[in-house]
Nanobody, 125 residues
Framework: QVRLVESGGGLAQAGGPLNLSCAAS????????GGWFRQAPGKEREFVAA????????HYADSVKGRFSISRDNAKNTMYLQMNNLKPEDTAVYYC??????????????????WGQGTQVTVSS
C-alpha cells in the first residue's frame, strides 16, 4: 500500500507558473510508474503526464506538452509537476498516482493504481 499526498495547488494567473508535489509514504514508490491526472468540473479525469520508475521516458498529454514538466526524486519518495504558461483551461483538481501499468494509453482505467486525494489548481484569466 502506497499513500500519496499532493501539495502545491492554488490560484495562479494565466501565463504564470505553479509547481505541484506528490509525496509517497513508502519507498516502494520508486518501483512504480508515477502519473499526474486532472479532472475539471463536469469532465472526465484525463491523463496529464507520467514518468517511469527511473525518472526517464516522460509522457505528456498533447494539451500540456511544452508547458508542463514531470520529474521525480526517488530518494525523497516525491514526484513533481512543474506547470508553466498556465491557461484557464488547466483549472482542475490534480491527482497523482502510482501504478505498474503505463497510464498514457487511452484504455487505462487506473483501477490498479494508488491515488492521492487531489489538489485544486485554479487559473484566472
Amino acid at each position: 500500500q502506497v499513500r500519496l499526498v499532493e501539495s502545491g495547488g492554488g490560484l495562479a494567473q494565466a501565463g504564470g507558473p505553479l509547481n505541484l508535489s506528490c509525496a509517497a509514504s513508502e519507498r516502494t514508490f520508486e518501483t512504480y510508474i508515477g502519473g499526474w491526472f486532472r479532472q475539471a468540473p463536469g469532465k472526465e479525469r484525463e491523463f496529464v503526464a507520467a514518468i517511469s520508475w527511473s525518472g526517464g521516458r516522460p509522457h505528456y498529454a498533447d494539451s500540456v506538452k511544452g508547458r508542463f514538466s514531470i520529474s521525480r526524486d526517488n530518494a525523497k519518495n516525491t514526484m513533481y509537476l512543474q506547470m508553466n504558461n498556465l491557461k484557464p483551461e488547466d483549472t482542475a483538481v490534480y491527482y497523482c498516482n502510482a501504478d505498474s501499468i503505463p497510464p498514457w494509453y487511452n484504455d487505462y482505467d487506473g483501477r490498479s493504481a494508488f491515488w492521492g486525494q487531489g489538489t485544486q489548481v485554479t487559473v484566472s484569466s
